[in-house]
C-alpha cells in the first residue's frame, strides 16, 4: 500500500469550467501517473512526472495539464472541462518507471455536465 | 506499435472451476515488462505481478499461475479453483521503452465473474 490519495473523490462540474484534481503520496516515489479509465478502453496513461518539475505527455493527454512542485503532490488540472472528459481518474506512484510496478489511488469519479 | 489485446471482455465461471484470462500484447522491444492487475468491485487496482522479457519461466502464487510464451507473444493469467472473491476485472499490461522512460499500456481489461 503506497499511501496514495486523491481528492475529491467525487466532482460534478459545468461544461468550460476549469477542474483540478489532486493526488498526494506518503512514499516517496519518484514517479507519478495520472491514467483514466472509461468503458471499453481500459487505462490509458494521460500524463507522468518523474520529478519535481519534470513532467511528459502520454496517449491522451490533450485537454490535460499537470503540476508537480512537490515530491508527493501530482495535480491534473483540465483547463476548461468538456463532456468527453467525464471519466474515472487514477493516480499512481512507482519508484520507477514504467517498468516498475505502479500502486494506485483510490481513483476520481468526474461527470462533466 | 505497442499494443496489448485481451480478446475476453467477459468470463462467467462458478466456484471452483479454473479460468484462463488471454493477454497477446505486441512491440517491437527486446526488452520489455508485462504486468496484471485486478480491479475488484471496490475500484481499486492491484498489482499482481510483472515479468520482464527475459525470463519465461513460469510463475504460481497459491491459486494464481501466468504462462509467459515470447513465441507467441502471450502472457496468460490462469486462476484454479476459482472463488467468489477473483470476481473482478483483470487488466494485462506491457511496458515499453517510450523515449528515456518506459511508458505502460494496458488492454481493455476482461470482467471476470465467479457465481457461487
Known amino acids: 500500500d503506497a499511501g496514495i490519495t486523491q481528492s475529491p473523490r467525487h466532482k460534478v462540474t459545468e461544461t468550460g469550467t476549469p477542474v483540478t484534481l489532486r493526488c498526494h503520496q506518503t512514499?516517496?516515489?519518484?514517479?507519478m501517473y495520472w491514467y483514466r479509465q472509461d468503458p471499453g478502453h481500459g487505462l490509458r496513461l494521460i500524463h507522468y512526472s518523474y520529478g519535481v518539475k519534470d513532467t511528459d505527455k502520454g496517449e491522451v493527454s490533450d485537454g490535460y495539464s499537470v503540476s508537480r512542485s512537490k515530491t508527493e503532490d501530482f495535480l491534473l488540472t483540465l483547463e476548461s472541462a468538456t463532456s468527453s472528459q467525464t471519466s474515472v481518474y487514477f493516480c499512481a506512484t512507482a519508484p520507477g518507471d514504467g517498468a516498475y510496478e505502479q500502486y494506485f489511488g483510490p481513483g476520481t469519479r468526474l461527470t462533466v455536465t | 506499435a505497442q499494443k496489448v489485446t485481451q480478446a475476453q471482455t467477459e468470463i462467467s465461471v462458478v466456484e471452483k472451476e479454473d479460468v484462463t484470462l488471454d493477454c497477446v500484447y505486441e512491440t517491437r522491444d527486446t526488452t520489455y515488462y508485462l504486468f496484471w492487475y485486478k480491479q475488484p468491485p471496490s475500484g481499486e487496482l492491484v498489482f499482481l505481478i510483472r515479468?520482464?522479457?527475459?525470463?519465461?519461466q513460469n510463475e504460481i502464487s497459491g491459486r494464481y499461475s501466468w504462462n509467459f510464451q515470447k513465441s507467441t507473444s502471450s502472457f496468460n493469467f490462469t486462476i484454479t479453483a476459482s472463488q467468489v472473491v477473483d470476481s473482478a476485472v483483470y487488466f494485462c499490461?506491457?511496458?515499453?521503452?517510450?523515449?528515456?522512460?518506459?511508458?505502460?499500456?494496458f488492454g481493455k481489461g476482461t470482467l471476470l465473474t465467479v457465481n457461487p
Open positions: 499490461a506491457l511496458a515499453f521503452s517510450g523515449g528515456s522512460n518506459y511508458k505502460l499500456t
Open positions: 515479468r520482464n522479457s527475459f525470463d519465461e
Open positions: 512514499e516517496n516515489h519518484r514517479y
